[in-house]
């Protein structure tokens, strides 16, 4: 079957949770809190998503203010398919929302750490997380 990709078509919170769950980030995403999953969705200013038929394969969800900069806070594409260039496709069609010179900005999964230079993404020394109970 072949993927569709949609920009901000409906995300259930069952589908992303069930996606980040098939992915590698239900470790790292409050799953078990509905409410704030439902908020993330809500609240995010862009949404790309992949979908073979009616499944949801591949996420990337960002805050952004179109311009200045996008801060890609999700790339989450399902472990049966990835390595087939569905999160290099979500984030070119995420750049396709924003305008020229609009940064992207994310933070990498461990695992994740060389996935992004290959991309033209560059490392940061000067990232500051303030975490919050």
């Not at 980030?25 to 439902?38: F, G, M, S, T």
């Not at 790339?75 to 398919?81: D, G, Q």
Request: net charge negative.
């Amino acid at each position: 079957m072949s993927l569709a990709y949609a920009v901000d078509r409906s995300v259930t919170v069952d589908q992303f949770v069930d996606l980040l769950r098939r992915s590698t980030l239900a470790e790292r995403r409050p799953v078990d809190d509905r409410d704030c999953i439902a908020g993330m969705l809500a609240h995010a200013d862009l949404t790309v998503s992949a979908w073979e038929g009616e499944t949801l394969v591949g996420i990337s969800r960002s805050v952004t203010d179109f311009h200045y900069a996008c801060y890609l806070s999700d790339l989450a594409v399902a472990e049966s398919h990835q390595r087939q260039g569905i999160g290099q496709a979500l984030i070119r069609e995420t750049e396709k929302q924003l305008q020229p010179g609009c940064q992207v900005i994310l933070l990498a999964a461990p695992d994740a750490h060389g996935y992004y230079c290959p991309l033209g993404f560059e490392a940061h020394p000067r990232c500051w997380i303030k975490p919050r109970a």
